[in-house]
């Protein structure tokens, strides 16, 4: 058969391959850009950026765990400024969709970032981080409450035409309930899940191993949590889901999407192999060719 159409629409941005890397998990791009052509992806979200510069958390900030990962990096990053002139010259040149992951400690730091990039030529999209489990104020704060996160998202809605993706926490006992709060206020997708809350000790000392005590666990582990999350948040909402979370292989992936995501995205697994998401990329499309799928679009939700 000829080969299979990739592309899915995200809000009023299409990508041209359902295969995004997820934030914190891939730098600004140009860090993965000497292992493959980072522009075949079907775009890079950044990592966290907020109005001013982060130095995140005290070390220890990760540590391995049986098929996983805990961090607790803090959203670290460069800040507005220094993202405009120095990072986003790079992501504005290739040949994929770019994704701010915006984050803060209140609404008037989202509401900077966005309407800062909002006429941005350059950036496609925003990713709105409600869900960070490693930050002591904001973030977390508006995605356990469907009340919080609705009044954030509708502001923000208001800031720019550009595709607005929730990001959601797993941390809460029915995800399905922000979902559907942050769609009625004009979200244009939901990404989900973000890393489940966890902590190690050491047993020689008797005290926690990360500097912040806790941290957000992701990798292979949080896979089958994930998957069930994203299989009941689709049935609720009409909104395209991204769907994160113990993604390292194509067949992961395809998983994702029978459960109802229409884009997948990889991270932890980058951390591993710098080529993975490449290679999740290419299997996704072997597999539609092998099974005769003309259109990924086809299979989204169809383990329903």
């Known amino acids: 058969m000829n080969k299979p159409d990739l592309s899915v629409k995200i809000g009023n941005l299409t990508l041209k391959n359902p295969v995004l890397v997820s934030s914190g998990t891939f730098g600004y791009g140009w860090e993965f850009s000497d292992f493959y052509d980072v522009g075949m992806l079907g775009g890079i979200v950044t990592k966290a950026i907020t109005p001013l510069p982060r130095p995140g958390n005290p070390p220890p900030r990760t540590i391995e765990t049986p098929a996983g990962l805990l961090n607790a990096i803090g959203l ?25 992951n915006v984050a803060g400690a209140g609404e008037d730091d989202y509401d900077k970032v966005v309407s800062e990039l909002a006429d941005n030529k350059d950036v496609d999209a925003f990713e709105i981080n409600i869900s960070c489990p490693n930050v002591k104020e904001g973030g977390i704060e508006f995605g356990t409450s469907p009340a919080s996160a609705s009044r954030l ?152």
């Open 76 to 100: 670290e990053n460069c800040g507005l400024e220094a993202f405009i002139k120095e990072k986003l010259p790079f992501l504005g040149g290739l040949d994929t969709a770019v994704i701010v």
């Open 153 to 304: 998202i509708g502001k923000l809605r208001k800031k720019t035409k550009k595709t607005i993706i929730a990001k959601l926490s797993p941390n809460v006992t029915d995800p399905s309930e922000i979902a559907i709060a942050v769609e009625d206020a004009g979200s244009d997708a939901i990404s989900m899940v973000n890393t489940f809350r966890g902590m190690a000790i050491d047993a020689e000392t008797g005290r926690p191993v990360l500097g912040n005590v806790t941290g957000g666990l992701s990798g292979p582990a949080i896979k089958p949590l994930a998957l069930y999350q994203i299989y009941r948040v689709s049935l609720k909402v009409k909104t395209p889901i991204i769907g994160m979370g113990g993604i390292t292989s194509a067949a992961d992936a395809i998983e994702f999407v029978y459960a109802g995501a229409a884009a997948v995205s990889v991270g932890t697994a980058n951390l591993v192999n710098p080529a993975a998401a490449k290679e999740i990329l290419d299997g996704m499309e072997e597999y539609c060719i092998r099974k005769e799928i003309s259109n990924i679009g086809d299979i989204i939700g169809k383990a329903h």
